[in-house]
C-alpha cells in the first residue's frame, strides 16, 4: 500500500525565540522569589508569602512550558499521512483522526512570525465521515482553533514547506488541483 508520511520539524530560530522568551519569564519568576525572600520584612511575607511564592513558581512554569512542548515535539514528531483513501494525524506515534481524501477541497503552506505549517481546507459537506482514533483527542477544539488562528478547517503546526513540497511528486495519491503554495498569513 502507497502511502506518504510527512513529518513535523522545529525550525531553530523558533526554537530560540521560544527559549529566549521563557528563558526572560522563569528569570523574572526567580528574581521575585529571590527578592522576596531576602528583601522583604517577616510581617510582609508573613501576609503575602504564600501568594508569591505561587506567583514566583507560575511564572517558572509559564516560561518553562513552551520550550518543553517544542522540545517534545521533536522528540515524538506528529505525523500526516496521506494513503490512497484518507489523510490521517498522528500525535506522539498514536493516531488522531484520519479524514478522507475526497473531502479534501485545498491543501495549501502557510507562514508567519509565529508559526508555520499546513492548512486542510474541506469539501462541506462531504459524503463520508472524519474518524477518530483517539477518543481523548478533542477534534471540536483543534478544529475551533484552526478556524480562528488561522481560517481554515485544520491546521498542522511545525511541517517544512520543503516536507510540504514533497507532496508534489506523488501526484497519482493526490489531485494537482488541491495543492496551492505560497501562502503566507
Not at 31 to 54: E, K
Not at 64 to 89: A, C, D, H, M, V
Not at 133 to 146: A, D, E, G, L, V
Request: with cysteine.
Amino acid at each position: 500500500m502507497e502511502e506518504i508520511v510527512l513529518k513535523t520539524q522545529v525550525d531553530a530560530r523558533f526554537k530560540r525565540k521560544i527559549l529566549l522568551k521563557g528563558s526572560f519569564i522563569s528569570f523574572l519568576g526567580c528574581l521575585l522569589l529571590f527578592v522576596a525572600g531576602v528583601f522583604f520584612p517577616i510581617h510582609i511575607l508573613s501576609a503575602f508569602g504564600i501568594p508569591i511564592f505561587f506567583i514566583g513558581i507560575l511564572m517558572i512554569r509559564w516560561g518553562i512550558g513552551p520550550y518543553r512542548k517544542i522540545s517534545k515535539q521533536e522528540l515524538f514528531p506528529n505525523e500526516l499521512i496521506f494513503t490512497k483513501k484518507t489523510l490521517s494525524y498522528r500525535i506522539q506515534n498514536q493516531n488522531a483522526f484520519s479524514i478522507p481524501l475526497n473531502a479534501l477541497k485545498q491543501i495549501q503552506f502557510s507562514s508567519c512570525k509565529t508559526t508555520y505549517g499546513i492548512k486542510v481546507l474541506l469539501n462541506i459537506p462531504f459524503s463520508e465521515k472524519i474518524l477518530l482514533h483517539n477518543p481523548r483527542f478533542n477534534i471540536r477544539k483543534f478544529h475551533t482553533q484552526s478556524q480562528k488562528r488561522f481560517r481554515c478547517d485544520f491546521f498542522f503546526p511545525f511541517f517544512y514547506e520543503k516536507t510540504f513540497r514533497g507532496l508534489e511528486k506523488f501526484g497519482p495519491l493526490l489531485e494537482k488541483s488541491i495543492l496551492q503554495f505560497d501562502e503566507k498569513i
